[in-house]
């Protein structure tokens, strides 16, 4: 089973940006972030492909927010920029081991703890 830990989530006024990292314990293929406001279910905001070619990132945060990874280091990051209140969540990593869609939120089937994100107006 991998391993991954977040980090880089904190406090911010709107219009701040924050960079997120997720480091798994070995080479994994696709990833993802996730966020769960409050009261809210998860939702997906990014993915990306195992090589790093291919995102994904929702219309919600598209503008504002990008995908990436170093394989040689096996982290994924998410740059959120332009932070908005309503951006405020934990945000999860996630990875898709086995067999599945990069797109396909239901794919990924292994999770990091989060790291709290909160946007202050």
């Known amino acids: 089973q991998v391993q991954l830990v977040e980090s880089g989530g904190g406090s911010v006024q709107a219009g701040g940006s924050l960079r997120l990292s997720c480091t798994a314990s070995?080479?994994?293929?696709?990833m993802a972030w996730f966020r769960q406001a409050p009261g809210k279910e998860r939702e997906g905001v990014a993915t990306i492909s195992p090589s790093g070619g291919v995102t994904y990132v929702v219309n919600s945060v598209k503008d504002r927010f990008t995908i990436s990874r170093d394989n040689a280091k096996n982290t994924v990051y998410l740059q959120m920029n332009s932070l908005k209140p309503e951006d405020t969540a934990m945000y999860y990593c996630?990875?898709?081991?086995?067999?599945?869609?990069?797109?396909?939120?239901?794919?990924?089937?292994?999770w990091g703890q989060g790291t709290q994100v909160t946007v202050s107006s």
């Open positions: 070995t080479y994994t293929g696709c």
């Open positions: 996630a990875a898709l081991i086995g067999t599945g869609l990069c797109r396909s939120w239901t794919s990924y089937n292994s």
